[in-house]
């Protein structure tokens, strides 16, 4: 069980230096990384968001994410572009910590899969 947490971990941060590198700074904590996936799937490059769009861009990555275990499917993209997902199987019921980490192992799982 350590191993493994110790394992996730180390993954975890090679993703966070990543980003450092990719984008010049790290990312101060999940939704900042939940975020940048977001800018990464709408496809349109660093500019200016507001902030409604900040966090429809951070829905953007969690649904992404979480697609890889089917939670959510990609619907299509709106006239502007903008991607739209819907839930196809419920999320289990968390606490703060093990919703965290959820999202955490399938960001990880992101990065493998998609951009490494």
Partial sequence: MIQKDLEFERKWQEVISYLASSVGQAPKDLNAVLFLIGVQELGRGAQSFS?????????????????????????????????????????????????????KTHVVEYFEKEVW
């Fill in 51 to 103: 902030k409604e769009e900040k966090q429809d861009l951070m829905h953007i990555g969690i649904c992404k994410v979480l697609s890889l275990s089917g939670y959510y499917e990609l619907e299509g993209t709106d006239e502007e572009g903008w991607p739209h997902w819907k839930l196809i199987k419920k999320l289990p019921r968390f606490d703060l910590l093990d919703q965290e980490k959820l999202l």
